[in-house]
């Protein structure tokens, strides 16, 4: 199991030589982040209705980036950065990351089902957060901590997630067939404080960079009818 993430903080450490190495490096790992695609919104999904807060559960790679993306999503109150697939008991990034607890990263999408629907939210997911072809890794992690996922909560959700693969994968707008895995949300976990915000907090780190910050663009240009320029904050209260 490898993760790029945590060789970041030593290479800026290590001085000038180190940074520019890693950046590289990152830029050539990057590519599918930097490739969204063009998708049409799901012919299954909820009608927009006022109603009380919902949320939706995604896993697509690391959670730094995937957060970013839906923190500039209209209607989204919250993108919360955390675990879901395994126990509470494991549910810590040292123990996640050994790729052994059956947990993925994952975000929490608190939205208001008036604005925008589960669809739509599903749509944002495969068109730019993530790249769903991707078996078990995403970009420069790799390891079923990094898979791509979606945790439904219920019967809806489940049917809107599994219905838009199936269309997805018909029209073929990938190329490959899409391997996103849909399954029962038993419980999601949020990931320690440092995670949280984690592009906000350091828009210049290489990591970010190279694969996070192409995902905000890119949602921007292909999406700019659910996108919003100013990023909700964990904790910041909602729109």
Known sequence: MTSWKRPVAAAIAAGGVMLILWGAIGHLAASAAERPVAIPPPAVDNPKAAGPMQTAVLAGGCFWGVQAVFQHLNGVQRALSGYAGGDRATAQYEVVSSGQTGHAESVQVTFDPSIVSYGEILQVFFAVAHDPTQLNRQGPD??????????????????????????????????????????????????????????????????IVFNDQPKVRNFERTLPGLYRAEAVRVGSGGE
Request: glycine fraction near 8%.
């Open 142 to 207: 790799s390891g079923t901590q990094y898979r791509s996922a979606i945790f439904y909560a219920n019967d809806q959700q489940k049917q809107i997630a599994t219905a838009y693969i199936a269309q997805l994968d018909q029209a073929g707008k990938f190329g490959k067939p899409i391997v996103t895995r849909v399954d029962p949300l038993r419980g999601f976990y949020a990931a320690e404080g440092y995670h949280q915000d984690y592009l906000l907090k350091h828009p210049n780190q290489p990591y």
